[in-house]
């Protein structure tokens, strides 16, 4: 839903798109710069296969997924209220936020750690480069669900809330955060899931011959690929299905069945969602006298203090408080314009220095990695159409399958990759397929779970005068499914292709035991131009795939998008 | 002027000239004007009126939620800026929130005000047993009734003490029965003198509502809305719908909402059929000459002999075919009797000629039946073209309303006024 109202909007290019171009090469020019004072050698953690160590290792990478993603809620909810309350920070902020979200944030990676590392110790250094990339990855959504959840807000409920003067602290605590929780719980399963992705290729993540692997679950998978230690794998991919599994019970379906009173419906459901867990902890003498003693004093005081503050002083006190914050950002704007005109122009300096034959290499790369993503898609949809289909007009198909299906796709495709490359590395071309593989491994869910939406969101009456009409075979496909599927079909590629440009950035250049194996490509280009601190070679590849990903957005998938949103649905 | 010689203490409300627009300033439309009354305490005011009238907009501006465009608003002899602090307000939707129960949504009203927790829950259940929901503290919004929803409304409404009660449609979202005895509950509270509340200003367009419980009726005219009466309900508690009194008085009321304001419907112009887009001058030009020939002529001869495609001489022919003055038959355009009379007289005969068809044309019948309801016979385009846009797009809409301008000021049945863009009728 967020998807489809931000890509709504027609709107091509704007200064406000070039300014955010500026932005990044400013930031990717900082974190080069800081690169520069990076150790030539780096040497990773000794990782032990024992499957007794994977409890620890578990619990390492559930730390990291923990932190991150308390960092994406609490961003989400400061911009996602900037831009909602603030007219001017809008116009900056909403721009800025569906760039942000479509680029691929793994093709950032080597420079953020190697950037991290230089002036912090590297235990630390690489922890909060994993824990900034998974953040990445979670944080956009959330900020669009609490964004849209902010604007939403039933009028008369806000008259409520304004005519029984709550400030704002009582706004965003009773009416804001509550309107808007059902949305931040979906999107934060949805960011979750897609955070183990990049969690996986942050910890087994090498560069040359900088070890910036953490311990964790994806060492854990990626060490035992190497040495070919079957038993080891298994262990660890079952340790993570169980990890996955038992979040999904421990957490968010008790969440979920938690959050349905934040639902605006006026009667009770017929069948809300359930937890036992959530029963079990509702029941319990332990969790009432918790609640009673320690968080609802917390909070009375919490409310009392914020009431008080803003009830004191007169109008014109906070009008000029007002306008010294004004004043306060304003010119931080300028600074920053400033510090992004300068690093841009900077970035781009660098990037004159590169002769014909870099460029040249860059273009290839980017020919070699965008047949690829095709390829992925394709391979991708050849599958997923006829099964979805399936999944999606047959309900006992779908009961049987469906279990199985989202146990296997919440595996990261990121956590399969070093078993891939075990099978694969040896073979000619091998990195070449494991890496459509990864793209194949890491977007056909996306593709799949759309395809079984839209088929069952075809109308009964619909299907039946096609029977009746004995349209069959190709022709069925054509004049029949394939329109009605053609919005699902979109949105499941969108996604899709950007999560194969990610996988591109840590697929096509890798260290596998002791050998570094790489095939033509942008991503490729990224992680070697950074092993071999060729800085304006890595500018220039990975602003290319940023630009490359934005205007095929732009000029491809909007457009397709707003046509299925035009012509070919149902209501 | 004469409303600000009201004044005194028992005086909490007095509106001066407040008038409301919405929309862009070029664009403006006029929703309240001029509005002034005072409430005093004591009074239990109905603001009646049709919707449209903006009586609901009048009350926001009262408790505050919207600034009035002109006019002020005096509270206990003070402008009023801002939220309202000593009027409240209860909502058609009740507008509780769904994610607290009863008693949490009773005690966010009283948080405000900086009560320690044991205090707010002592006034939030003693406010929920006033309005009679001992027992249900508990619930969420969506496992109570309506009726008993709108009571959480009340109790929550009434938690900050107001002086002034407004109520925005308070039972209109209630079944017959809970309505009713909601109503008498409210008013047991209300004469019993257990509210907290000295004044009530209800929002409602049920005339009977009104004469069952307030003292005062002030009715607004319709679009924009203006005060066009205002005047006590003298009847003694309890009141019997059924008592000669009070018909009476609901029969006053009814006959000033529906005929002492013209109820002005904007006509639903989007329904008839579209005016083919063509001038009476143009139309005049093509009958002129056809008759010149033999009546009758080949429509791609006279397309390329006035340099036209056939395409923009189509709209030409619809027109000439809706006034009556010929028709398209195989290819040809053939003038009816009409169009050979029309084609022969001279200019003010024509008009004469004419004048009945375009009369009798729906979609010109419909623009002079809103002018001739409306106050001064004249209305804005732009409520015309607001009716357009319901079926065409802007261009179709402005390109229809020029056309139909065109005919009407032909005919001399309406005219339009580039200045105030208005349209109307010539009085005389």
Redesign the interface.
Known sequence: MQLRSILHAHRSFSTGDLMVGLGLAALLYLGIQLSTGAPDRFAGPEVNLSPAALPYYALRSLSRMAAAYLLSLSFSLVYGYVAAKNRRAQTILLPLLDILQSIPILSFMPVVVLALVSFLPRGLGVELGSILLIFTSQAWNLTFAFYHGLIIV?K??R??A??????WW?QFK??EV?FA?IGLVWNSMMSWAGGWFFLMAAEQFTLGDKDFRLLGLGSYLKTAAEQGNISALIWGLGAMVAVILLLDQFVWQPILAWAD????????ASEPPRSWVLDVLSRSWLVERFHAKAIAPLG?AI??RL??MV?EGSSSVRRRRGSILGAISTILLIALLAAVIYGGTRAVSLMTTLGWREWLEILSGAVATWLRVLVALFLALAWTLPLGVAIGTNQRLANRVMPVVQVVASVPATALFPILLWLLINVAGGLNFASILLMLLGTQWYLLFNIIAGSMAIPQDLRYTTDNLAIQGWERWRSFTLPALFPYLITGMITATGGAWNASVVSEYVRFATKTESTLGLGSLISQATADANFALLLASTLTMVGIVVVVNRLLWRRLYNLAEERFRWD | MQNLKISGDRVLLQLNRVSKYYGQPESRILILDSISFGIKEGEFAALLGHSGSGKSTLL?IV?G?TAPSTGQVLYRNQVLKG?N?H???V???F??????TALENVE??L??K?LP?PQRRQRALELLDMVGLDGFEDA????LSGGMRQKVGFA?ALA?EPELLCMDEPFSSLDVLSAETLRGELMELWLGRKLPTKAILMVTHNIEEAVLLADRAIVLSKNPGRVIADFPIPLSYPRERKSRGFTAIVDRIYRIITQGAPALAIPELAEEAPLPHAAIDTVTGLVERVAAGVGREDLYRLAAELQMEVDDLLPVTGAAERLGLGRVEEGDFVLSPLGLEFAAAEVLVRKELLRPTIAQDLFIQRIVQALEAAEDHSLPEELFLEALYKGFSEEEARAQLETAVDWGRYAELFTYDRDSRELYIEQG
Request: without cysteine; glycine residues 4%; proline residues 8%.
């Open positions: 039933p008369e409920m008259e409520a304004s005519i029984f003067r709550l400030n009582l009773a009416l509550p929780t009173k934040f639902k605006l419906q006026t009667v009770s009375e409310d009392r009431v008080g009830n | 926001r408790t939620l939220i602090p009027a409240s307000l909502f058609q939707s507008a509780l929130y769904p994610w607290f966010l009203a948080k405000v900086g927790l969420y919004p969506r496992e929550r900050v």
